[in-house]
Nanobody, 123 residues
Framework: QVQLVESGGGLVQAGGSLRLSCAAS????????VGWFRQAPGKEREFVTG????????YYADSVKGRFTISRDNTKNTVYLQMNSLKPEDTAVYYC????????????????WGQGTQVTVSS
């Protein structure tokens, strides 16, 4: 089992920045790929970004490319999501998720999920 806890969400003005953290406990976190997803009210959960177990491979949704950066520190069992140039359409609950193989853009492929953290971007 892997337990995931997100933090760092909040309210920010458009154009601002936030850094989300996903802290893991349980099994060896460095064995897991991690994805960030988000879900706005009334919408499907959507893929934002993913990172391989080593951090060597990263993937981004087109909507966040150039603005968001995912990284990980396996010595701290933590994955980070740096979000810059935030837009009101980035408002959502952000979730991190883990799986044992490469990152996937489908939320169905992930075994472990955090509880989510709210990000609200005001215009």
């Amino acid at each position: 089992q892997v337990q995931l806890v997100e933090s760092g969400g909040g309210l920010v003005q458009a154009g601002g920045s936030l850094r989300l953290s996903c802290a893991a406990s349980g099994r060896t976190f460095s064995n897991y790929a991690v994805g960030w997803f988000r879900q706005a009210p009334g919408k499907e959960r959507e893929f934002v970004t993913g990172i391989s177990w080593s951090g060597g491979n990263t993937y981004y949704a087109d909507s966040v490319k150039g603005r968001f950066t995912i990284s990980r520190d396996n010595t701290k069992n933590t994955v980070y999501l740096q979000m810059n140039s935030l837009k009101p359409e980035d408002t959502a609950v952000y979730y991190c998720a883990a799986r044992t193989t490469e990152p996937s853009s489908s939320h169905y492929d992930y075994n472990y999920w955090g509880q989510g953290t709210q990000v609200t971007v005001s215009s």
